[in-house]
């Protein structure tokens, strides 16, 4: 049976504070708006800035290139899943706290699957932008690590990042086609692609908390 998500584990990366947005996140606003309808490939820096509303000066000073905002976009990303991460319980398994935190990651993508998709298919041509996005892939797949206690120094620790990162990209294609309410789908495979790496994932450690917690 596929596990269910933890309730109250959840995360939007498209609902914004009241408060006016800063000039950083207009621009990926725009970018990532204007992506479905020019491509990545087309999508130019003066086309972002006149979406944007900014002067093409200001988004220069804010990102340097393209590349640079489509990383500020995945950190932006690790931000909304990062903000309440579920508390780890002693005896959690590894794979239980991933599944909740990249279901979180879901979430937090779903109001920008139309720029997304695109960026499936013409990213493999950009070799820049491919090492830009598999950098902050790889960055990202950490702080779920970390986020969810596990230990992430050492061999077994890079090859564990390695393995979720690619259970992570796998899941990605079914969510893509996903549109039911509950991603229950995604939440399938997900499931089924964590199991398979579960053998290579470090024991959860033991939050702070729990340990100061113990009897002595």
């Given amino acids: 049976m596929a596990r269910r998500r933890r309730s109250g584990t959840t995360a939007s990366g498209g609902d914004k504070p009241a408060a006016v947005a800063s000039e950083s996140d207009r621009i990926i606003d725009a970018a990532l708006a204007r992506i479905p309808i020019e491509g990545w490939r087309g999508l130019s820096l003066a086309s972002i800035a006149a979406a944007s509303g900014l002067p093409i000066l200001r988004v220069y000073r804010n990102f340097p290139s393209k590349q640079a905002i489509l990383g500020a976009f995945f950190r932006r990303i690790d931000e909304a899943v990062l903000a309440d991460a579920p508390t780890a319980e002693e005896g959690e398994r590894a794979r239980d ?93 997900l499931d089924a692609r964590l199991r398979r790496v579960e053998r290579w994932l470090p024991t959860v450690r033991l939050s702070r908390e729990n340990r100061s917690a113990r009897p002595a």
């Fill in 97 to 189: 706290r991933l599944f909740d935190l990249m279901m979180r990651r879901f979430d937090a993508l779903r109001p920008y699957k139309p720029a997304l998709e695109i960026l499936r298919r013409e990213l493999p041509a950009d070799p820049v932008s491919t090492l830009v996005a598999a950098g902050a892939l790889l960055r990202s797949m950490r702080w779920m690590h970390e986020a969810a206690d596990i230990t992430t120094g050492g061999i077994r620790g890079a090859l564990a990042i390695k393995l979720t990162s690619a259970a992570y990209m796998a899941t990605m294609s079914v969510w893509q086609r996903d549109d039911s309410a509950d991603l229950g789908r995604t939440m399938a495979a």
